[in-house]
Protein backbone atom coordinates (compact mmCIF):
# COMPACT_ATOMS: atom_id res chain seq x y z
CA UNK A 1 0.00 0.00 0.00
CA UNK A 2 1.23 3.26 -0.94
CA UNK A 3 -0.04 6.83 -0.25
CA UNK A 4 -0.73 8.61 -3.52
CA UNK A 5 -3.16 11.49 -5.45
CA UNK A 6 -6.17 9.62 -7.05
CA UNK A 7 -4.14 11.04 -10.55
CA UNK A 8 -0.78 9.06 -9.92
CA UNK A 9 -2.57 6.21 -9.10
CA UNK A 10 -4.74 6.34 -12.15
CA UNK A 11 -1.40 7.02 -14.36
CA UNK A 12 0.38 3.84 -12.29
CA UNK A 13 -2.59 1.50 -13.33
CA UNK A 14 -2.37 2.55 -17.11
CA UNK A 15 1.50 1.60 -16.90
CA UNK A 16 0.46 -1.58 -14.87
CA UNK A 17 -1.92 -2.06 -17.65
CA UNK A 18 0.12 -2.06 -20.73
CA UNK A 19 -1.13 0.99 -22.05
CA UNK A 20 1.53 3.06 -24.75
CA UNK A 21 -1.01 5.49 -26.39
CA UNK A 22 -3.55 7.95 -24.36
CA UNK A 23 -6.25 9.17 -27.38
CA UNK A 24 -7.43 12.48 -26.01
CA UNK A 25 -8.44 15.73 -26.25
CA UNK A 26 -8.62 17.57 -22.78
CA UNK A 27 -10.49 20.52 -21.46
CA UNK A 28 -10.35 21.70 -17.79
CA UNK A 29 -11.79 19.55 -15.90
CA UNK A 30 -9.39 16.91 -17.20
CA UNK A 31 -6.77 19.50 -15.90
CA UNK A 32 -5.54 17.16 -12.86
CA UNK A 33 -5.19 14.06 -15.48
CA UNK A 34 -2.87 16.36 -17.66
CA UNK A 35 -0.85 17.77 -14.81
CA UNK A 36 0.26 14.24 -13.63
CA UNK A 37 1.39 13.49 -17.04
CA UNK A 38 3.94 15.58 -17.06
CA UNK A 39 5.26 12.48 -14.63
CA UNK A 40 5.10 10.06 -17.48
CA UNK A 41 6.39 10.70 -20.00
CA UNK A 42 6.41 7.03 -21.43
CA UNK A 43 2.71 7.25 -21.55
CA UNK A 44 1.74 8.35 -25.15
CA UNK A 45 -0.56 11.40 -25.32
CA UNK A 46 -2.06 11.43 -28.96
CA UNK A 47 -3.87 15.05 -28.93
CA UNK A 48 -6.52 14.76 -31.72
CA UNK A 49 -8.83 17.78 -32.25
CA UNK A 50 -11.98 16.48 -32.42
CA UNK A 51 -13.41 13.85 -30.02
CA UNK A 52 -14.55 10.94 -32.78
CA UNK A 53 -10.96 10.75 -34.19
CA UNK A 54 -10.16 9.80 -30.47
CA UNK A 55 -12.53 7.13 -30.26
CA UNK A 56 -11.88 6.13 -33.95
CA UNK A 57 -8.22 5.57 -33.48
CA UNK A 58 -9.02 3.72 -30.43
CA UNK A 59 -11.01 1.03 -32.00
CA UNK A 60 -8.29 0.59 -35.00
CA UNK A 61 -5.65 0.40 -32.43
CA UNK A 62 -7.69 -1.72 -30.00
CA UNK A 63 -8.79 -4.31 -33.82
CA UNK A 64 -5.32 -4.42 -34.48
CA UNK A 65 -4.19 -5.07 -30.97
CA UNK A 66 -7.21 -7.13 -29.97
CA UNK A 67 -6.73 -5.42 -26.56
CA UNK A 68 -8.39 -2.36 -25.02
CA UNK A 69 -7.19 1.31 -25.83
CA UNK A 70 -7.31 4.27 -23.51
CA UNK A 71 -9.60 7.56 -24.26
CA UNK A 72 -9.50 10.14 -22.42
CA UNK A 73 -12.09 12.84 -23.25
CA UNK A 74 -13.62 16.03 -21.96
CA UNK A 75 -16.99 16.19 -19.45
CA UNK A 76 -20.47 15.92 -21.42
CA UNK A 77 -19.04 17.93 -24.58
CA UNK A 78 -16.73 15.87 -25.53
CA UNK A 79 -18.29 12.46 -24.61
CA UNK A 80 -20.89 13.66 -27.02
CA UNK A 81 -18.69 14.25 -30.08
CA UNK A 82 -17.29 10.51 -29.45
CA UNK A 83 -20.94 8.53 -28.76
CA UNK A 84 -21.31 7.93 -32.41
CA UNK A 85 -18.02 6.24 -32.99
CA UNK A 86 -18.57 4.55 -29.14
CA UNK A 87 -22.00 3.28 -30.65
CA UNK A 88 -20.24 1.69 -33.59
CA UNK A 89 -17.48 -0.17 -31.18
CA UNK A 90 -20.11 -1.31 -28.70
CA UNK A 91 -22.29 -2.93 -31.49
CA UNK A 92 -19.12 -4.43 -32.82
CA UNK A 93 -17.55 -5.55 -29.64
CA UNK A 94 -14.60 -3.73 -29.67
CA UNK A 95 -12.76 -3.23 -26.38
CA UNK A 96 -11.92 0.51 -25.11
CA UNK A 97 -11.57 2.32 -21.75
CA UNK A 98 -13.22 5.77 -21.93
CA UNK A 99 -12.48 8.46 -19.24
CA UNK A 100 -13.52 11.97 -18.97
CA UNK A 101 -13.28 14.39 -15.76
CA UNK A 102 -16.44 15.54 -14.11
CA UNK A 103 -16.79 18.81 -11.58
CA UNK A 104 -16.14 18.52 -7.72
CA UNK A 105 -18.75 16.11 -6.12
CA UNK A 106 -18.72 19.35 -3.83
CA UNK A 107 -20.19 21.38 -6.46
CA UNK A 108 -23.53 19.10 -6.53
CA UNK A 109 -26.08 22.12 -6.89
CA UNK A 110 -24.39 23.35 -9.90
CA UNK A 111 -23.14 21.96 -13.40
CA UNK A 112 -22.63 18.25 -12.29
CA UNK A 113 -23.59 16.26 -15.27
CA UNK A 114 -24.51 12.44 -14.76
CA UNK A 115 -22.06 10.95 -17.21
CA UNK A 116 -21.96 7.28 -16.60
CA UNK A 117 -26.36 7.77 -17.31
CA UNK A 118 -25.18 9.35 -20.50
CA UNK A 119 -22.83 6.84 -21.55
CA UNK A 120 -24.69 3.14 -20.29
CA UNK A 121 -26.48 2.81 -23.53
CA UNK A 122 -23.16 2.59 -25.31
CA UNK A 123 -20.73 0.60 -23.29
CA UNK A 124 -20.53 -2.66 -20.91
CA UNK A 125 -20.03 -0.79 -17.64
CA UNK A 126 -20.82 2.87 -17.33
CA UNK A 127 -19.37 4.32 -13.29
CA UNK A 128 -18.05 7.38 -11.74
CA UNK A 129 -15.31 7.70 -8.91
CA UNK A 130 -16.05 10.14 -6.17
CA UNK A 131 -12.56 9.27 -3.95
CA UNK A 132 -9.86 8.46 -4.49
CA UNK A 133 -9.49 5.01 -3.11
CA UNK A 134 -11.88 4.15 -5.83
CA UNK A 135 -9.47 4.48 -8.62
CA UNK A 136 -6.74 1.10 -8.51
CA UNK A 137 -10.26 -1.14 -8.34
CA UNK A 138 -12.30 0.58 -10.94
CA UNK A 139 -9.57 0.76 -13.39
CA UNK A 140 -8.93 -2.51 -13.26
CA UNK A 141 -12.26 -3.68 -13.53
CA UNK A 142 -13.06 -1.36 -16.54
CA UNK A 143 -9.93 -3.39 -17.92
CA UNK A 144 -11.44 -6.58 -17.36
CA UNK A 145 -14.77 -5.56 -18.66
CA UNK A 146 -13.52 -4.36 -21.72
CA UNK A 147 -10.76 -7.30 -22.58
CA UNK A 148 -13.34 -9.61 -21.60
CA UNK A 149 -15.73 -11.84 -23.95
CA UNK A 150 -17.81 -10.05 -25.48
CA UNK A 151 -15.61 -7.29 -25.74
CA UNK A 152 -16.44 -3.69 -26.38
CA UNK A 153 -16.42 -0.30 -24.56
CA UNK A 154 -16.49 0.91 -20.93
CA UNK A 155 -17.08 4.54 -19.44
CA UNK A 156 -15.12 5.83 -15.88
CA UNK A 157 -16.21 9.07 -14.96
CA UNK A 158 -13.52 11.02 -12.84
CA UNK A 159 -14.40 13.54 -10.45
CA UNK A 160 -11.87 16.36 -9.83
CA UNK A 161 -11.47 15.53 -6.43
CA UNK A 162 -11.26 11.73 -6.76
CA UNK A 163 -8.12 12.58 -8.65
CA UNK A 164 -6.51 15.54 -6.64
CA UNK A 165 -7.47 13.70 -3.56
CA UNK A 166 -5.08 11.43 -1.76
CA UNK A 167 -5.02 7.64 0.05
CA UNK A 168 -3.65 4.44 0.60
CA UNK A 169 -3.28 2.57 -2.77
CA UNK A 170 -3.05 -1.21 -3.35
CA UNK A 171 -1.74 -1.62 -7.18
CA UNK A 172 -2.90 -4.15 -8.82
CA UNK A 173 -3.60 -4.87 -12.56
CA UNK A 174 -6.28 -6.75 -14.08
CA UNK A 175 -5.49 -10.34 -15.00
CA UNK A 176 -6.06 -11.88 -18.48
CA UNK A 177 -9.59 -13.85 -18.79
CA UNK A 178 -9.16 -17.51 -19.64
CA UNK A 179 -12.81 -19.05 -20.90
CA UNK A 180 -12.70 -21.91 -22.52
CA UNK A 181 -16.31 -21.69 -24.66
CA UNK A 182 -16.98 -24.98 -25.75
CA UNK A 183 -19.83 -25.86 -26.94
CA UNK A 184 -22.45 -28.36 -25.32
CA UNK A 185 -22.01 -31.98 -27.35
CA UNK A 186 -25.47 -32.57 -27.65
CA UNK A 187 -26.73 -29.54 -29.48
CA UNK A 188 -22.98 -30.05 -31.72
CA UNK A 189 -24.32 -33.68 -32.49
CA UNK A 190 -27.52 -32.04 -33.42
CA UNK A 191 -25.59 -29.48 -35.82
CA UNK A 192 -24.00 -31.94 -37.40
CA UNK A 193 -27.32 -34.14 -38.30
CA UNK A 194 -29.32 -31.57 -39.80
CA UNK A 195 -25.62 -30.01 -42.41
CA UNK A 196 -24.89 -33.90 -43.25
CA UNK A 197 -28.61 -34.51 -44.43
CA UNK A 198 -29.16 -30.78 -45.79
CA UNK A 199 -28.82 -30.29 -49.19
CA UNK A 200 -28.93 -26.11 -50.07
CA UNK A 201 -27.57 -25.09 -47.15
CA UNK A 202 -25.53 -21.72 -46.33
CA UNK A 203 -22.73 -21.08 -44.55
CA UNK A 204 -22.52 -17.27 -42.90
CA UNK A 205 -19.39 -15.79 -40.94
CA UNK A 206 -18.99 -12.99 -39.06
CA UNK A 207 -16.11 -10.83 -37.79
CA UNK A 208 -16.11 -13.02 -34.40
CA UNK A 209 -14.82 -15.77 -36.26
CA UNK A 210 -11.35 -14.11 -37.00
CA UNK A 211 -11.34 -12.55 -33.88
CA UNK A 212 -11.58 -15.81 -32.34
CA UNK A 213 -9.00 -17.32 -34.60
CA UNK A 214 -11.19 -19.86 -36.26
CA UNK A 215 -10.74 -19.19 -39.75
CA UNK A 216 -9.16 -22.53 -40.52
CA UNK A 217 -11.92 -24.28 -38.81
CA UNK A 218 -14.52 -22.40 -40.71
CA UNK A 219 -12.53 -23.88 -43.89
CA UNK A 220 -12.43 -27.26 -42.21
CA UNK A 221 -16.93 -27.37 -41.62
CA UNK A 222 -17.00 -25.57 -45.34
CA UNK A 223 -15.10 -28.16 -47.17
CA UNK A 224 -16.40 -31.30 -45.56
CA UNK A 225 -20.15 -30.25 -46.28
CA UNK A 226 -19.30 -28.30 -49.38
CA UNK A 227 -21.13 -25.41 -48.57
CA UNK A 228 -21.49 -21.86 -49.89
CA UNK A 229 -20.01 -19.20 -47.85
CA UNK A 230 -20.92 -16.05 -47.14
CA UNK A 231 -19.30 -13.59 -44.63
CA UNK A 232 -21.61 -10.84 -42.86
CA UNK A 233 -21.91 -7.08 -43.74
CA UNK A 234 -18.46 -5.33 -42.38
CA UNK A 235 -16.94 -8.44 -41.79
CA UNK A 236 -13.92 -9.05 -41.03
CA UNK A 237 -11.19 -11.53 -42.94
CA UNK A 238 -13.39 -14.93 -40.91
CA UNK A 239 -12.70 -16.70 -44.16
CA UNK A 240 -9.84 -16.42 -47.22
CA UNK A 241 -11.83 -14.23 -49.64
CA UNK A 242 -9.50 -16.48 -52.38
CA UNK A 243 -11.23 -19.84 -51.35
CA UNK A 244 -13.27 -21.50 -53.98
CA UNK A 245 -16.48 -21.54 -51.59
CA UNK A 246 -16.03 -18.00 -50.85
CA UNK A 247 -19.15 -16.18 -52.71
CA UNK A 248 -18.92 -12.61 -50.93
CA UNK A 249 -20.81 -10.60 -48.69
CA UNK A 250 -24.07 -11.32 -47.68
CA UNK A 251 -26.69 -8.47 -48.49
CA UNK A 252 -30.66 -8.86 -47.39
CA UNK A 253 -31.13 -5.51 -49.41
CA UNK A 254 -30.49 -7.26 -52.73
CA UNK A 255 -33.35 -9.03 -54.30
CA UNK A 256 -31.39 -12.15 -55.20
CA UNK A 257 -29.44 -12.47 -51.90
CA UNK A 258 -33.38 -12.57 -50.24
CA UNK A 259 -34.05 -14.87 -52.38
CA UNK A 260 -31.05 -17.67 -51.97
CA UNK A 261 -32.03 -17.35 -48.01
CA UNK A 262 -35.94 -18.15 -49.36
CA UNK A 263 -34.81 -21.11 -51.37
CA UNK A 264 -32.20 -22.38 -48.94
CA UNK A 265 -32.80 -25.69 -46.04
CA UNK A 266 -30.42 -24.69 -43.75
CA UNK A 267 -28.26 -21.97 -42.57
CA UNK A 268 -25.03 -22.27 -40.05
CA UNK A 269 -24.30 -18.91 -38.94
CA UNK A 270 -21.29 -18.37 -36.55
CA UNK A 271 -20.03 -15.29 -35.08
CA UNK A 272 -22.32 -13.07 -37.14
CA UNK A 273 -25.14 -10.83 -36.32
CA UNK A 274 -28.03 -11.94 -38.29
CA UNK A 275 -29.67 -10.31 -41.22
CA UNK A 276 -28.59 -7.02 -39.98
CA UNK A 277 -29.71 -4.23 -42.21
CA UNK A 278 -31.51 -0.88 -42.14
CA UNK A 279 -34.32 -1.91 -44.25
CA UNK A 280 -37.58 -3.85 -42.83
CA UNK A 281 -38.18 -7.08 -45.23
CA UNK A 282 -39.99 -9.10 -42.81
CA UNK A 283 -39.62 -10.26 -39.36
CA UNK A 284 -38.49 -14.08 -41.24
CA UNK A 285 -36.52 -14.12 -44.00
CA UNK A 286 -35.34 -17.77 -44.10
CA UNK A 287 -38.83 -20.37 -44.75
CA UNK A 288 -40.03 -21.92 -41.84
CA UNK A 289 -38.85 -25.35 -43.46
CA UNK A 290 -35.44 -24.60 -42.70
CA UNK A 291 -33.16 -24.90 -40.13
CA UNK A 292 -31.52 -22.53 -38.82
CA UNK A 293 -28.44 -23.00 -36.49
CA UNK A 294 -26.65 -19.66 -34.67
CA UNK A 295 -23.20 -20.40 -33.21
CA UNK A 296 -21.69 -16.92 -31.25
CA UNK A 297 -19.21 -16.23 -28.28
CA UNK A 298 -22.12 -12.78 -27.67
CA UNK A 299 -24.73 -13.08 -25.65
CA UNK A 300 -27.96 -11.83 -26.89
CA UNK A 301 -26.82 -11.90 -30.52
CA UNK A 302 -28.04 -15.56 -30.74
CA UNK A 303 -31.83 -15.91 -31.78
CA UNK A 304 -31.70 -11.65 -31.56
CA UNK A 305 -33.89 -11.41 -34.94
CA UNK A 306 -34.40 -14.91 -37.22
CA UNK A 307 -35.84 -17.77 -35.28
CA UNK A 308 -33.34 -20.17 -34.24
CA UNK A 309 -33.70 -23.32 -34.17
CA UNK A 310 -30.53 -24.67 -32.78
CA UNK A 311 -28.76 -21.58 -30.56
CA UNK A 312 -24.92 -22.09 -29.05
CA UNK A 313 -23.07 -19.87 -27.09
CA UNK A 314 -19.40 -20.96 -27.48
CA UNK A 315 -16.41 -19.88 -28.72
CA UNK A 316 -16.43 -19.88 -32.56
CA UNK A 317 -13.14 -21.58 -33.03
CA UNK A 318 -13.58 -24.34 -30.70
CA UNK A 319 -17.19 -25.02 -31.83
CA UNK A 320 -16.40 -25.09 -35.39
CA UNK A 321 -13.09 -27.11 -34.56
CA UNK A 322 -15.10 -29.86 -32.77
CA UNK A 323 -18.34 -29.34 -35.03
CA UNK A 324 -15.18 -30.15 -38.11
CA UNK A 325 -13.96 -33.56 -35.87
CA UNK A 326 -17.42 -35.09 -34.96
CA UNK A 327 -18.10 -34.60 -39.05
CA UNK A 328 -14.71 -36.27 -40.08
CA UNK A 329 -15.94 -38.95 -38.03
CA UNK A 330 -19.40 -39.37 -39.02
CA UNK A 331 -20.26 -38.25 -42.43
CA UNK A 332 -21.49 -41.27 -44.98
CA UNK A 333 -19.69 -41.36 -47.86
CA UNK A 334 -23.02 -40.76 -49.64
CA UNK A 335 -22.97 -37.12 -47.64
CA UNK A 336 -19.18 -37.11 -48.65
CA UNK A 337 -19.70 -37.58 -52.33
CA UNK A 338 -22.36 -35.04 -52.16
CA UNK A 339 -20.65 -32.16 -50.84
CA UNK A 340 -17.84 -32.71 -53.28
CA UNK A 341 -20.75 -32.50 -56.20
CA UNK A 342 -21.52 -28.72 -54.40
CA UNK A 343 -18.16 -27.69 -53.71
CA UNK A 344 -17.23 -27.90 -57.86
CA UNK A 345 -20.87 -26.34 -58.59
CA UNK A 346 -19.86 -23.36 -55.60
CA UNK A 347 -16.31 -23.42 -57.59
CA UNK A 348 -17.96 -22.68 -60.89
CA UNK A 349 -20.78 -20.23 -59.89
CA UNK A 350 -17.99 -18.11 -58.30
CA UNK A 351 -15.67 -18.34 -61.12
CA UNK A 352 -18.41 -17.46 -63.53
CA UNK A 353 -19.19 -14.23 -61.21
CA UNK A 354 -15.87 -13.20 -61.24
CA UNK A 355 -15.52 -13.33 -65.02
CA UNK A 356 -19.09 -11.84 -65.90
CA UNK A 357 -17.40 -8.74 -63.23
CA UNK A 358 -14.17 -8.86 -65.29
CA UNK A 359 -15.72 -8.23 -68.37
CA UNK A 360 -18.12 -5.29 -67.21
CA UNK A 361 -15.22 -3.35 -65.98
CA UNK A 362 -13.71 -3.46 -69.43
CA UNK A 363 -16.43 -1.45 -70.39
CA UNK A 364 -14.97 1.71 -67.48
CA UNK A 365 -11.71 1.08 -67.30
CA UNK A 366 -10.20 3.95 -69.47
CA UNK A 367 -13.13 6.12 -68.25
CA UNK A 368 -12.76 9.51 -66.76
CA UNK A 369 -13.88 10.38 -64.20
CA UNK A 370 -11.78 7.59 -62.90
CA UNK A 371 -14.31 4.40 -62.42
CA UNK A 372 -14.37 2.56 -59.29
CA UNK A 373 -13.10 -0.43 -60.92
CA UNK A 374 -10.49 0.93 -62.40
CA UNK A 375 -9.12 2.32 -58.90
CA UNK A 376 -9.41 -0.89 -56.87
CA UNK A 377 -7.48 -2.81 -59.45
CA UNK A 378 -4.81 -0.04 -59.30
CA UNK A 379 -5.00 0.01 -55.86
CA UNK A 380 -4.35 -4.17 -55.45
CA UNK A 381 -1.62 -4.15 -57.80
CA UNK A 382 0.04 -0.95 -55.97
CA UNK A 383 -0.37 -1.83 -52.34
CA UNK A 384 3.67 -3.78 -50.78
CA UNK A 385 3.41 -7.34 -49.35
CA UNK A 386 1.31 -6.97 -46.21
CA UNK A 387 -0.36 -4.17 -46.01
CA UNK A 388 -3.05 -3.69 -43.73
CA UNK A 389 -5.91 -2.53 -45.53
CA UNK A 390 -8.76 -0.25 -43.58
CA UNK A 391 -11.74 -0.64 -44.96
CA UNK A 392 -13.94 2.29 -44.77
CA UNK A 393 -15.48 2.07 -47.91
CA UNK A 394 -19.16 2.35 -47.92
CA UNK A 395 -20.89 2.64 -51.42
CA UNK A 396 -18.65 0.62 -53.80
CA UNK A 397 -18.17 -2.31 -51.94
CA UNK A 398 -18.43 -4.42 -55.07
CA UNK A 399 -15.41 -3.42 -56.85
CA UNK A 400 -13.59 -3.47 -53.32
CA UNK A 401 -14.39 -6.90 -52.72
CA UNK A 402 -13.34 -8.04 -56.10
CA UNK A 403 -9.81 -6.60 -56.32
CA UNK A 404 -8.98 -6.74 -52.46
CA UNK A 405 -8.84 -10.56 -52.90
CA UNK A 406 -6.20 -12.92 -50.74
CA UNK A 407 -6.51 -10.68 -47.34
CA UNK A 408 -5.42 -12.32 -44.61
CA UNK A 409 -7.48 -12.29 -41.51
CA UNK A 410 -4.18 -9.83 -40.52
CA UNK A 411 -4.27 -7.85 -43.25
CA UNK A 412 -8.18 -6.40 -43.31
CA UNK A 413 -9.23 -4.17 -40.50
CA UNK A 414 -13.49 -3.60 -41.44
CA UNK A 415 -16.34 -2.43 -38.92
CA UNK A 416 -19.97 -3.68 -39.58
CA UNK A 417 -21.78 -0.45 -37.95
CA UNK A 418 -22.60 2.33 -40.11
CA UNK A 419 -21.59 5.61 -38.43
CA UNK A 420 -19.20 7.57 -40.98
CA UNK A 421 -15.80 9.33 -39.49
CA UNK A 422 -14.50 5.72 -38.73
CA UNK A 423 -12.06 5.35 -41.44
CA UNK A 424 -9.43 7.99 -40.85
CA UNK A 425 -8.58 7.30 -37.40
CA UNK A 426 -9.03 3.71 -37.45
CA UNK A 427 -6.00 4.23 -40.35
CA UNK A 428 -3.92 5.63 -38.02
CA UNK A 429 -4.99 3.85 -35.41
CA UNK A 430 -3.77 0.89 -37.28
CA UNK A 431 -0.49 1.90 -38.15
CA UNK A 432 0.32 2.96 -34.41
CA UNK A 433 -0.36 -0.75 -33.20
CA UNK A 434 1.64 -2.20 -36.64
CA UNK A 435 4.63 0.67 -37.25
CA UNK A 436 6.39 -1.85 -39.20
CA UNK A 437 4.24 -2.50 -41.54
CA UNK A 438 2.61 -0.68 -44.61
CA UNK A 439 -0.83 0.57 -43.84
CA UNK A 440 -3.78 1.71 -46.19
CA UNK A 441 -7.30 3.44 -45.24
CA UNK A 442 -9.45 3.52 -48.23
CA UNK A 443 -12.04 6.08 -47.69
CA UNK A 444 -15.06 7.70 -48.67
CA UNK A 445 -14.80 11.69 -48.81
CA UNK A 446 -18.01 11.92 -47.03
CA UNK A 447 -16.61 10.17 -43.92
CA UNK A 448 -13.25 11.75 -43.87
CA UNK A 449 -15.12 15.44 -43.50
CA UNK A 450 -16.96 14.33 -40.69
CA UNK A 451 -13.41 13.75 -38.96
CA UNK A 452 -11.00 15.63 -41.23
CA UNK A 453 -9.25 16.95 -38.18
CA UNK A 454 -7.48 13.19 -37.77
CA UNK A 455 -5.01 14.90 -40.76
CA UNK A 456 -3.53 17.44 -37.81
CA UNK A 457 -2.98 14.15 -35.75
CA UNK A 458 -1.42 12.75 -38.29
CA UNK A 459 0.53 15.41 -39.31
CA UNK A 460 1.77 16.04 -35.75
CA UNK A 461 2.52 12.41 -34.52
CA UNK A 462 3.80 11.89 -37.88
CA UNK A 463 1.92 8.63 -38.48
CA UNK A 464 3.00 7.45 -41.64
CA UNK A 465 -0.31 5.85 -43.31
CA UNK A 466 -1.56 6.38 -46.79
CA UNK A 467 -5.02 7.29 -47.17
CA UNK A 468 -6.79 6.85 -50.29
CA UNK A 469 -9.79 9.14 -50.43
CA UNK A 470 -12.98 7.73 -52.70
CA UNK A 471 -13.43 11.15 -53.98
CA UNK A 472 -17.23 10.92 -55.49
CA UNK A 473 -18.56 14.31 -54.63
CA UNK A 474 -21.53 12.86 -52.73
CA UNK A 475 -23.11 10.66 -49.85
CA UNK A 476 -23.14 8.33 -52.73
CA UNK A 477 -24.56 5.37 -50.29
CA UNK A 478 -27.28 6.93 -49.76
CA UNK A 479 -28.48 7.55 -53.26
CA UNK A 480 -28.29 3.65 -53.32
CA UNK A 481 -30.27 3.17 -50.23
CA UNK A 482 -33.00 5.43 -51.48
CA UNK A 483 -33.42 3.48 -54.69
CA UNK A 484 -33.64 0.54 -52.45
CA UNK A 485 -36.00 2.35 -50.25
CA UNK A 486 -38.37 3.25 -53.34
CA UNK A 487 -38.10 0.07 -55.35
CA UNK A 488 -38.14 -2.27 -52.67
CA UNK A 489 -39.96 -1.17 -49.64
CA UNK A 490 -42.01 1.23 -50.98
CA UNK A 491 -42.05 -0.93 -54.24
CA UNK A 492 -42.74 1.56 -57.07
CA UNK A 493 -43.01 0.42 -59.83
CA UNK A 494 -40.74 3.31 -62.01
CA UNK A 495 -38.65 4.31 -58.93
CA UNK A 496 -36.75 7.44 -59.33
CA UNK A 497 -35.65 9.76 -57.11
CA UNK A 498 -33.88 13.78 -57.17
CA UNK A 499 -31.58 12.62 -54.45
CA UNK A 500 -31.93 15.87 -52.35
CA UNK A 501 -29.24 16.96 -50.08
CA UNK A 502 -26.93 14.03 -51.20
CA UNK A 503 -24.17 15.96 -53.46
CA UNK A 504 -21.76 18.50 -52.34
CA UNK A 505 -22.68 21.03 -54.99
CA UNK A 506 -19.48 23.35 -53.76
CA UNK A 507 -16.71 20.99 -54.46
CA UNK A 508 -14.12 20.48 -51.73
CA UNK A 509 -10.51 19.49 -52.92
CA UNK A 510 -9.03 17.08 -49.99
CA UNK A 511 -5.53 17.18 -51.18
CA UNK A 512 -5.14 20.88 -50.10
CA UNK A 513 -7.51 20.55 -46.68
CA UNK A 514 -4.30 18.25 -46.19
CA UNK A 515 -1.49 20.36 -46.81
CA UNK A 516 -3.10 22.86 -44.85
CA UNK A 517 -2.89 20.75 -41.87
CA UNK A 518 0.79 19.19 -42.93
CA UNK A 519 0.03 15.90 -44.23
CA UNK A 520 1.17 15.64 -48.23
CA UNK A 521 -2.02 15.60 -50.51
CA UNK A 522 -2.20 14.90 -54.03
CA UNK A 523 -5.29 15.13 -56.10
CA UNK A 524 -5.76 12.26 -59.00
CA UNK A 525 -7.47 12.40 -61.69
CA UNK A 526 -5.69 10.39 -64.45
CA UNK A 527 -6.11 6.00 -63.21
CA UNK A 528 -2.38 6.03 -64.42
CA UNK A 529 -1.14 8.17 -61.83
CA UNK A 530 -2.99 5.80 -59.18
CA UNK A 531 -0.27 2.83 -58.96
CA UNK A 532 2.76 5.24 -59.07
CA UNK A 533 1.61 8.06 -56.64
CA UNK A 534 0.00 5.31 -54.07
CA UNK A 535 4.14 3.41 -54.28
CA UNK A 536 5.63 7.08 -53.97
CA UNK A 537 3.09 7.89 -50.97
CA UNK A 538 5.01 3.82 -48.87
CA UNK A 539 7.84 5.09 -49.76
CA UNK A 540 8.17 8.63 -48.47
CA UNK A 541 7.89 7.36 -44.73
CA UNK A 542 5.15 10.16 -44.36
CA UNK A 543 1.57 10.38 -43.73
CA UNK A 544 -0.11 10.94 -47.31
CA UNK A 545 -3.47 11.36 -48.49
CA UNK A 546 -4.51 10.66 -52.09
CA UNK A 547 -7.75 12.42 -52.98
CA UNK A 548 -8.86 10.19 -56.04
CA UNK A 549 -11.47 12.32 -58.16
CA UNK A 550 -13.96 9.00 -59.22
CA UNK A 551 -17.50 8.22 -60.87
CA UNK A 552 -20.14 8.49 -58.17
CA UNK A 553 -22.93 7.59 -60.57
CA UNK A 554 -25.57 5.84 -59.87
Do not use: C
Not at 134 to 160: C, D, K
Amino acid sequence: MKNMTGKKALLEMLRLEGVRYIFGNPGTSESPFIDALEDFPDLNYVLVLQEGVAVGMADGYARATGEAAFVQLHIDSGLANGISLMIDAYNDGIPMVVVSGNYDTRKLAEYRADLPGLMRPVTKWAVEVTRPEQIPSVIRRAFNEANSEPQGPVYVALATNALDGEAEMDLIPSRPMVTSGAADPEALAAVAEVMARSERAIMLLGNRVAKSGGVDEAVRVAELLGLPVYTARGSEASFPTKHPQYLGSLATRRKEHRRLLREADALLAVGADLFADLFYFGDRLMPESATVIHIDSKPGAVGKSEPTDIGLLASPRLALAALADLLEGSLSQESRDAAESRKGQIALEREEGRARYEESTKKVWDDRPISPERLMAELAAAIPERTIVVDDVSSHRAPFSHFMQGLAPDELVSKRSGAIGWGIGATLGTKLAHPDRPVLGVLGDGGVMMTVQALWTAANENIPAVMVVLDNGMYRVLKTNMDIYKRDVLQEQEPGSRYLYMDFPTPFDLSVIAQGMGVHGERITEPEEIGPSVKRAFASGRPVLLDVVIDGSV
